[in-house]
C-alpha cells in the first residue's frame, strides 16, 4: 500500500466512523477528509462535482503540486467518485439529482466503497474492501450451509 493511499482511506474511515463524512459540505466531504479539512482544494473546479480544471487548478497542476500527495485533477476524480458513488447527478447544480438523505449510513457507505476502490485503482493497488466482501461472501455461505441466520448482508 502506498503511503498517500494509507493516509487518505485512515482519514476517510476515520470520518466515516465519527460520522465527519458529508457529501455536500466541502470540509467534510471525501476531498474535504484527505486536505485535513481544508477547503482549498474548491478553488481548483468551479462546481461541486466537476473534473474541469479552473485556472488556479491548471496552475497547481502544471506545477505538480500535490495536497497530501494528490494532483489537484486527481482530487478533483476522487471527489467526483464519491459523489456519484453518494448518488449525486455531475456536476451539483441547482436542480441535479442529490440524495434525499445524503448522511444516511447506506449512501455514505456507499460513497466511501466507490471513493476507497478509485483510490486504490490511482496507485495500482488492490481494492481494500473488495477483499472485505469476498471474506463477507465466504463467511455467509458458510453460515447458509449451517443454517446460521447472520446479521450482514451484502448490498
Given at each position: 500500500?502506498?503511503?498517500?493511499?494509507?493516509?487518505?482511506?485512515?482519514?476517510?474511515?476515520?470520518?466515516?466512523?465519527?460520522?465527519?463524512?458529508?457529501?455536500a459540505?466541502?470540509?467534510?466531504?471525501?476531498?474535504?477528509?484527505?486536505?485535513?479539512?481544508?477547503?482549498?482544494?474548491?478553488?481548483?473546479?468551479?462546481?461541486?462535482?466537476?473534473?474541469?480544471?479552473?485556472?488556479?487548478?491548471?496552475v497547481?497542476?502544471?506545477?505538480?503540486?500535490?495536497?497530501?500527495?494528490?494532483?489537484?485533477?486527481?482530487?478533483?476524480?476522487?471527489?467526483?467518485?464519491?459523489?456519484?458513488?453518494?448518488?449525486?447527478?455531475?456536476?451539483?447544480?441547482?436542480?441535479?439529482?442529490?440524495?434525499t438523505?445524503?448522511?444516511?449510513?447506506?449512501?455514505?457507505?456507499?460513497?466511501?466503497?466507490?471513493?476507497?476502490?478509485?483510490?486504490?485503482?490511482?496507485?495500482?493497488?488492490?481494492?481494500?474492501?473488495?477483499?472485505?466482501?469476498?471474506?463477507?461472501?465466504?463467511?455467509?455461505?458458510?453460515?447458509?450451509?449451517?443454517?446460521?441466520?447472520?446479521?450482514?448482508?451484502?448490498?
Open positions: 500500500m502506498t503511503k498517500r493511499a494509507s493516509n487518505a482511506l485512515e482519514k476517510l474511515y476515520t470520518a466515516f466512523y465519527e460520522g465527519r463524512l458529508h457529501p459540505c466541502c470540509t467534510a466531504c471525501a476531498v474535504g477528509n484527505i486536505c485535513d479539512a481544508s477547503d482549498v482544494w474548491k478553488h481548483f473546479t468551479d462546481a461541486h462535482g466537476s473534473q474541469k480544471l479552473t485556472y488556479v487548478g491548471s497547481n497542476e502544471t506545477f505538480k503540486k500535490r495536497i497530501n500527495g494528490y494532483l489537484p485533477s486527481e482530487l478533483l476524480a476522487i471527489e467526483a467518485t464519491f459523489l456519484r458513488g453518494c448518488g449525486y447527478d455531475l456536476p451539483i447544480r441547482r436542480g441535479s439529482f442529490k440524495p438523505h445524503p448522511q444516511s449510513e447506506e449512501v455514505l457507505f456507499n460513497g466511501l466503497r466507490a471513493v476507497v476502490h478509485h483510490i486504490c485503482e490511482l496507485d495500482g493497488i488492490s481494492d481494500v474492501m473488495a477483499i472485505s466482501d469476498s471474506f463477507l461472501e465466504r463467511l455467509l455461505s458458510v453460515c447458509d450451509k449451517r443454517s446460521i441466520k447472520p446479521s450482514v448482508s451484502i448490498s
